[in-house]
């Protein structure tokens, strides 16, 4: 008789037990289901303003909003994403990059709240306290003739920019300069670019000459006019931003060094899936060897790695690198392409 009520007693823990599981499984879904709308929520918000704001009509079936997504391990587990929003804004493509998160979802919410919060928040406050009487643009001085001392001293006394200095950098390839630069406007770091030009004077000042602009400083207000037969206009993809341009030095540093530090275990990985069912228990899919340059004075030493990959009956030389580190993710690469061009599994053990 007293087993009968501890085991009701029993029975009735269980079932709160479970009816708190449910609980908290529905409140989790349910919260899942609120970040999913007010994800959406905002981006349709970006979308929105960026169809109202347009000049031209953009091709059919072309995205208003374009999202691309950058990747980086922030350890040897986690992968973080960082999204990035193209879209046409009064006849100019914009790109937008947010900050890194866990997931795509997040960090596409990031970055169209961080859009929508400077163009229509701070630039739209900025453009109402102009047209209400408050500090007009700059004009540039007579006695500056170049349009970089222009911007430098536009930038200087222009509100937004709050007197940070234009940072100029530029990139040359194949006989052609880009100059780039990176302005501060009401606390957001701005990167624009120009055409492609013979010199870096003539990149700076075509670059400089479209900042102004943009700015609508005085006098450069009809330096240009959108293009409506430009590619960003009338093409289906917005064209690319300069890689890394939303990295900075440290950043872009410390992302190729984690993207060093896993190629070694992507390519492992790859090569254990290829011939999982070759390995027997225990056994590496490869073996390291490395030689060096004993001539070689300086520090790292010239060097040079071979891998073996005993279930393939393949061996890879890499080329001479400098240190043990490079010279192992030299010939890492060689075993990629061997791998990427179908090289793996059953079909090339049997070959």
Known sequence: QQQQPRQQQHQQQQQQQQNQQDEQALAARQAADD???AGKGVISLLQEFVQCSRQFHAPQHRAILQWTYDNRMADFTTLEFRGTVAFVLDGVPHHVAGEWYPSKKQAQRDTAERALAFFVGKWG???LLEQDGGPSRPSPPREQTSEMQILESFCGSYSPCAGVAPQWSHSCEDGECRAIVEITMLGVPHKFSGDA????QEATRDTARRVLWYLQCPGFEAEFSPDPRAPAVNSKEIPAPPTNWASGGAE?????????KTALMRVQNKLQQAFAKQLRPGQSVWEWTYETDEEDKAWPPLCRATVKIPVASQTFTGPWA??????????????SEFLSA???GESQIRA
């Not at 030009?197 to 870096?200: G, I, R």
């Open 35 to 37: 970040q999913e709308s």
């Open 125 to 127: 406050e900025q453009l």
């Open 197 to 200: 030009k013979t010199t870096e």
């Open 252 to 260: 872009g540093s410390a992302q190729q060094i984690a993207e060093r």
């Open 322 to 335: 400098r240190g043990q580190r490079d010279a192992q993710i030299d010939a890492c690469g060689i075993v």
């Open 342 to 344: 179908g090289n793996g």
